[in-house]
């Protein structure tokens, strides 16, 4: 049987040393943390997802301040928003919530953050940095995986890992990240993706295998390794349930290791948003 990585119980933990780290930050530098997010529109996922990541900044005392926009905003009023949360001092991170309405251009915006305070990591600059291996911040899904290596103590170093999907959010940032020449990276990687010819080819090599393709239960248990590292990064609503992308009660007793959906990734992303923003703030000292 595998053994299921309780991501709740690595969150609670990640929370509890967040707050202490925090708690020092303001104490030595008279200055909260400051997450301001944007948000146009009154669309019900992208309203629930604003409202955790407040939660997320109460528990570890962070600041917090919503900025709500009308559907009917222009984007010059956006961009406008977004230039002065970039000037002002008191503001460390910025978040702008998407999706945003479709005459707004949606990267336009997205780029308009300034990269030291983009702590969502959506600046081209900061994805360049990326590329290169010299990251100012990490996108908060890939990173919770990479956390999540790191805590159970995952060997990556030379081991095939495939990731399933390419998106700008978790597929292509994540192989990025182990791809650096640090601890817990070093990958012989495969990026695979919903076009992929024979995707089971690919997939019944990995040693490690991730998955964030957004097609539930896509990975069947004749598509995994014997013994594999199985990370599932998928959150899709079936039938009023959360699935992952991985058929998880038919490879559980087949893998090594394997998160579940829910109760998996999630739980650890928006405590990576609060890392990036007490590191937006820190660097922000440190230049003043």
């Known amino acids: ?17 967040l707050k202490v780290e925090v708690e020092e930050f303001v104490k030595k530098n008279k200055l909260i943390p400051k997450l301001a997010a944007v948000i146009a529109g009154e669309d019900p996922a992208s309203l629930f997802y604003v409202k955790m990541i407040s939660r997320a900044c109460e ?59 983009d702590v969502d990591c959506f600046n081209p600059i900061n994805m360049g940095r990326l590329a290169l291996g010299k990251p100012e911040f990490l996108p908060c899904t890939p990173y919770a995986v990479y956390e999540l290596i790191k805590r159970e103590n995952i060997k990556v170093e030379g081991k095939h890992t495939v990731i399933v999907g390419r998106s700008s959010i978790v597929g292509k940032p994540m192989s990025l990240i182990l791809l ?29 295998l991730i998955v964030a ?38 490879v559980l007793d087949k893998v090594s290791v394997i998160t579940p959906v829910p109760g998996g990734v999630g739980p650890i992303t928006n405590i990576m948003l609060m890392k990036n923003t007490l590191k937006a703030a820190e660097n922000l000292v440190n230049i003043e």
Do not use: W
Not at 5 to 10: E, H, N, S, T, V
């Open 1 to 17: 049987m595998a053994k299921i990585i309780d991501g709740r119980k690595i969150a609670k933990e990640l929370n509890e040393s």
């Open 59 to 117: 528990k570890v005392s962070i600041d917090f301040e919503k900025y709500s926009l009308s559907e009917n905003t222009n984007e010059k009023e956006i961009l406008k928003l977004i230039e002065n949360l970039n000037k002002n001092k008191k503001i460390s991170g910025i978040i702008v919530q998407v999706p945003l309405p479709k005459h707004i251009n949606q990267e336009r915006v997205q780029e308009a953050v300034s990269p030291s305070k």
């Open 180 to 208: 650096q020449k640090e601890p817990y990276a070093n990958a012989t990687l495969t990026v695979c993706h919903s076009r992929t010819n024979d995707l089971a080819y690919y997939t019944c090599q990995a040693d490690i």
């Open 213 to 250: 393709v957004g097609i539930p239960k896509i990975i069947k248990k004749d598509m995994v390794k014997e013994g594999a590292v199985v990370i599932d990064v998928g959150t899709n609503e079936v039938e009023g349930k959360l699935v992952g992308d991985v058929a998880y009660e038919e």
